[in-house]
């Protein structure tokens, strides 16, 4: 699955480690706005992440950490996707499109890319009631 258009962060922002939450997953934060830029039958949409905003990356199960890291390839695809479900009204669907997107443009393997993407399509953004 692609979607028609032209998808891209337009910078690689830095992550400051913030502190281990009670079930020890390590939270980061972006040391400067992240960017992402969506061109779609000729219009275009741009997502700014803010510096400061806080993300685990990939909120994996602990029990698959081996496989999936919170912490890869994916981490600018997984902070906008946290972005989009906690602080935007996106809906899921858009969110994770965007994060399909996001792991393309990030050059995340086509196996890793589908087990993350149906994770999170089937498992994700239970926090926000979706």
Same mark, same amino acid.
């Given at each position: 699955?692609?979607?028609?258009?032209?998808f891209?962060?337009?910078?690689?922002?830095?992550?400051?480690? @913030?502190r281990?939450?009670? %079930? %020890?997953?390590? @939270?980061?934060?972006?040391?400067?706005? /992240?960017?992402?830029? #969506?061109?779609?039958?000729?219009? $275009?949409?741009? +997502?700014? +992440?803010?510096?400061?905003f806080?993300?685990?990356?990939?909120?994996?199960p602990r029990?698959?950490?081996? /496989?999936?890291?919170?912490?890869?390839?994916? =981490?600018?695809?997984?902070? =906008?996707?946290?972005?989009?479900?906690? *602080?935007?009204?996106?809906? *899921?669907?858009l969110?994770?499109?965007?994060?399909?997107?996001? /792991?393309?443009?990030?050059? +995340? $393997?086509?196996?890793?890319?589908? /087990?993350?993407?149906? #994770?999170?399509?089937?498992?994700? %953004?239970? *926090?926000?009631?979706?």
């Amino acid at each position: 699955m692609t979607f028609p258009g032209q998808f891209m962060f337009l910078n690689n922002p830095s992550f400051r480690y @913030v502190r281990t939450d009670a %079930g %020890g997953v390590r @939270v980061f934060s972006l040391a400067e706005d /992240l960017v992402w830029d #969506a061109s779609l039958n000729g219009g $275009s949409c741009c +997502v700014r +992440v803010p510096a400061g905003f806080e993300t685990d990356f990939a909120s994996v199960p602990r029990l698959f950490w081996r /496989l999936f890291p919170p912490i890869g390839d994916w =981490m600018r695809a997984a902070a =906008m996707h946290d972005y989009l479900y906690e *602080k935007t009204r996106a809906s *899921k669907a858009l969110a994770d499109a965007m994060f399909w997107e996001g /792991l393309i443009a990030d050059d +995340v $393997s086509a196996w890793t890319r589908r /087990l993350m993407y149906w #994770a999170v399509r089937l498992f994700g %953004g239970r *926090k926000r009631g979706f």
